[in-house]
């Protein structure tokens, strides 16, 4: 059991809950981020990150920096297309909006291929897109979490490799890492960007960034510079790769605390195969949905194949509001997080199953939360009369 404070679980799509270990790993003593102590923290967790990723190829780079996983988004646009060059965006949900824009903002030309809430664009659609113009990347949210919805990476990489192999595949894996399958030298993807605080466990405040060798290629060979200076390649690149071989380097202050945390939390990860991690997280989503299911009640995702295993997207009975919905959870010390969709927000609710409490048999969180959230149900229907 848990040694935190007493307090309502967490069971949104990031933040998530927390093991203590992590916790603890928080409040390492104050210390210099150029000391050998936490060049050796930082240079493992670098190696560990490669670790999570299923990455062994030396010349492929991952990167820990100060930042939400936005910062990630500003990584690539910044860094891997230039001005006026095209970039594809596979539309699931708000994210795609977002990191489209962001790619707008460094000047690149974004276009949106779109599927209905609830679906991902099919490999035909992707294929005749790649086909009618040169993009030099294409972006894919492995899961969107507006929706819920679960894309083929692997799927939709193997179709670009086969069409146009020089387009760089970039992955936004915020929601993804940790719970979902993903190898990142098998599947041949050049760039998978994520966050610490969702199924990687750990406190909001890092971005993790893993780039094959084709994307740093595409990085040095730019005709222009870096369009932003603190998500430059050129100043975060030589600082990554000295802490790995246990060199002091600096551009800007890492979260010296934040790094011993994640440094726990991927230790935690890769000390056991990440098929079971992915096993498991499978489990408790089908649990989830079947239960979802169970109170007749429908998915964001409909399709089995769409479906994300770290999260559900759950839309509420006619009649019925998130308002309605979420005070009755919380009463019974569970918090679920309300739509974001911005077509649908009032229509759904977001159930997050990953981490701590997916692979911690003896929390029970997930069982505990699905007989809430039937009884939240029966309450809120009853008290509106449904």
């Not at 460094?106 to 291929?113: D, E, P, V």
């Not at 994300?308 to 918090?335: C, F, N, Q, S, W």
Request: net charge negative.
């Amino acid at each position: 059991m848990s040694t935190q404070a007493p307090h309502p679980t967490l069971l949104i799509p990031g933040p998530i809950e927390f093991d203590d270990a992590v916790l603890n790993s928080m409040g390492h003593y104050a210390e210099s981020h150029t000391a050998p102590g936490f060049v050796k923290t930082f240079g493992e967790t670098l190696t560990l990150v490669r670790k999570l990723f299923q990455s062994s190829n030396p010349a492929a780079q991952p990167f820990v920096v100060s930042g939400s996983g936005t910062l990630g988004w500003d990584m690539v646009a910044s860094n891997l297309i230039e001005r006026g060059e095209n970039a594809l965006v596979l539309h699931t949900g708000y994210f795609a909006d977002s990191f489209a824009a962001c790619l707008e903002t460094y000047g690149a030309n974004a276009t949106q291929l779109k599927a209905p809430i609830g679906d991902r664009p099919s490999l035909e659609q992707i294929e005749q897109a790649l086909k009618e113009k040169t993009y030099k990347l294409l972006t894919i949210t492995h899961v969107d979490t507006s929706t819920g919805v679960l894309s083929d990476v692997k799927g939709v990489t193997e179709l670009v490799r086969r069409v146009s192999p020089e387009t760089l595949v970039v992955v936004d894996g915020v929601c993804s890492v940790g719970c979902e399958e993903i190898a990142f030298d098998a599947w041949d993807i050049d760039v998978v960007l994520t966050a610490s605080q969702k199924a990687i466990g750990c406190p909001p405040g890092l971005s993790i960034v893993m780039t094959s060798p084709r994307a740093v290629d595409r990085f040095r060979n730019r005709k222009t510079p870096p369009a932003s200076y603190y998500a430059s390649m050129a100043n975060w690149m030589p600082v990554m790769q000295n802490y790995e071989n246990f060199k002091p380097s600096y551009f800007a202050t890492p979260s010296t605390q934040l790094v011993h945390a994640l440094h726990t939390t991927l230790t935690q990860i890769t000390s056991r195969p990440l098929s079971e991690r992915f096993a498991a997280h499978t489990q408790a989503s089908d649990s989830v949905k079947a239960a979802v299911a169970e109170l007749g009640l429908s998915q964001l995702a409909p399709k089995p194949e769409n479906q994300a295993h770290g999260m559900t997207a759950i839309y509420l009975p006619e009649g019925l509001l998130p308002t309605d919905v979420l005070p009755l959870l919380l009463k019974r010390g569970v918090i679920f997080a309300a739509g974001l969709h911005k077509e649908i927000a009032t229509k759904y609710i977001r159930f997050g199953h990953m981490g701590v409490s997916v692979t911690d048999p003896n929390r029970n969180h997930i069982n505990s939360a699905i007989a809430s959230l039937k009884e939240a149900f029966s309450e809120a229907k009853q008290a509106k009369g449904l």
